[in-house]
């Protein structure tokens, strides 16, 4: 599937609006393991906090990893005595494990979660979901490591997280700076879809998310953090560790082979200022002749390199094929992901035939033009041949681009696409959706990552935000950044609304205790 003209799965994002219905905008999930004496206080100091600070209508999930302490109690005696707070129990440990759980099957439009030892001050809680509210981004970290965070911890820890996040820098090219601090924040439209291709439930969940959310284009804001260490943190540091490098070498593998299905979790066509149609312009055709003229001129060089190696021992026209044709291989392989964006094995074999018949038209060219050399010379200079090589090699990249574009890689998406229009009037405070949408629930108890078959969903712009009585307007907070204008009908491609699988569900969390016997118990 072309990535650069797929209308995605994720529809546009849009401000969300603010209203007065009384369902929560946010859910912070507070994955614990026998914090008996940490839960409470924390919950209290949250909950203080939201109703301080927070001007929407608000959840505070405990998300109990088969505690085998007081924790139950303690989550049971809070929920009772608060009414924002909500007790989710799970007979399986792991933190990613608690989180897919309650995320999926959450109803409020953003999703947190937060360590149960607050290490992060609280402060950075309402520019963490500011810009997922405004539809700024789709998915926002703290960050211990940013040039304005103030972070007080030992050495020890120190070395290991920016260890860590350089290991991730120079084996996965992730670009965000803090991969496991304790506290980010998710839209769910994003979560419903990115939760299904994450497969680790452990403390690795983290980092995976973010890897595939990068990799597929999503936007990741960063906050700065005050943070302090918890000096009784239960973590094991060897273990995890070990773990998450095993998750590292899993998913690099998985984004080399290509059997992540990026495309989709990709936001739809025109959200990015990049993919918009610009008259009498192909789509995309800037952008394919970029990587195509990179990926040429590294294919010159290492042509020439493998030219000049086979010139040894054998004659210019045997060194010539054989260089060509391995460079035609690597050629091809790196325009097709790179050039083109197609992921992913299906077709390979077929694009690698259909460029062995461009690199026979390349080494007609070329070897007609080392055998007009040798017609003009006796015994040409060595420079000379590669001079005449490179012009040949000029015309025949021309050539290459243009049967690459029209014939291997064809965008066969380029028709103009009917319009499917979308009209909610925000009436109702509860999130409501077509009846076919999955079991979200289903996504977090499934140990491997599932990759449903193609397709798309529309999705109608999102209700009001509900706030609570006495409260100020979100605009309030940042009148620079959230706009005032609300849409109440809104246009996708007709892609966007053929998978009805992806639409959103109403689900709520129900004090109930799953159990998955697909997935073995954490020890």
């Not at 929560?24 to 600070?53: M, Q």
């Not at 090219?173 to 299904?196: M, W």
């Not at 259909?354 to 060219?365: K, N, T």
Request: glycine fraction near 8%; charged fraction near 20%; aromatic fraction near 6%.
């Amino acid at each position: 599937m072309r990535t650069d003209s797929s209308p995605g799965t994720l529809p546009a994002r849009e401000h969300l609006p603010a209203g007065t219905a009384g369902a929560p905008v946010l859910d912070v999930v507070i994955p614990v393991y026998n914090e008996e004496k940490d839960l409470e206080p924390c919950v209290l100091r949250l909950h203080d906090h939201l109703k301080r600070t927070f001007p929407y209508a608000f959840r505070i999930t405990v998300a109990d990893n088969a505690s085998t302490d007081a924790t139950p109690q303690v989550a049971a005696r809070l929920e009772a005595e608060i009414a924002e707070v909500s007790n989710f129990r799970l007979e399986q440990k792991g933190r990613g494990r608690a989180l897919r759980t309650v995320w999926s099957a959450s109803e409020a439009p953003i999703l947190a979660y937060m360590d149960v030892d607050l290490s992060t001050d609280l402060n950075a809680l309402l520019p963490l979901v500011a810009p997922l509210i405004s539809g700024h981004s789709d998915l926002a970290i703290g960050s211990r490591l940013a040039r304005s965070s103030r972070v007080v911890r030992g050495p020890k820890r120190e070395f290991i997280s920016r260890a860590y996040n350089l290991i991730l820098r120079g084996s996965l090219q992730a670009r965000f700076s803090d991969a496991q601090c304790g506290f980010k924040a998710i839209r769910r439209d994003v979560a419903q879809v990115l939760l299904p291709l994450v497969e680790d439930t452990g403390w690795f969940f983290d980092t995976e998310m973010l890897v595939i959310a990068e990799r597929a284009g999503l936007r990741i804001h960063e906050v700065p953090v005050d943070w302090v260490d918890d000096p009784n943190s239960t973590v094991h540091i060897v273990k995890t560790a070990t773990e998450d490098l095993k998750g590292v070498w899993r998913v690099g593998k998985a984004l080399a082979t290509g059997s992540l299905p990026l495309d989709r979790v990709a936001r739809p066509f025109g959200d990015d200022p990049r993919d918009r149609d610009i008259q009498d312009v192909p789509k995309g055709l800037a952008r394919q002749l970029v990587g195509f003229c990179v990926v040429g001129g590294l294919s010159t060089l290492f042509y020439l390199v493998l030219y000049s190696v086979f010139r040894e021992f054998s004659g210019s026209q045997i060194a010539n094929a054989l260089a060509l044709l391995v460079s035609a291989v690597a050629n091809t392989a790196a325009n097709r992901r790179l050039t083109f964006g197609v992921r992913g094995r299906g077709g390979a074999v077929r694009h690698q035939a259909q460029g062995l018949v461009v690199f026979g038209i390349g080494l007609a060219l070329t070897s007609g033009s080392l055998a007009a050399l040798s017609a003009a010379s006796s015994d040409p200079a060595h420079s000379t041949e590669l001079a005449v090589l490179i012009a040949a090699n000029l015309a025949a990249t021309i050539l290459r681009f243009l049967l690459f574009r029209a014939w291997v890689f064809p965008d066969r998406q380029d028709a103009t696409p009917s319009t499917v229009v979308a009209s909610h009037t925000p009436s109702s405070p509860t999130y409501v959706t077509s009846a076919t949408a999955p079991n979200a629930a289903s996504y977090a108890t499934s140990a491997a990552p599932s990759y449903p078959a193609g397709g798309s969903a529309g999705h109608a712009q999102q209700p009001p935000l509900p706030q609570r009585s006495g409260q100020q307007s979100a605009d309030h907070l940042n009148a620079q950044q959230y706009g005032s204008t609300q849409h109440q009908t809104t246009q996708f491609r007709a892609g966007e609304a053929a998978d009805g699988g992806r639409q959103d569900a109403t689900m709520r969390l129900q004090p109930t205790r799953p159990y998955d016997s697909t997935e073995p118990r954490d020890h």
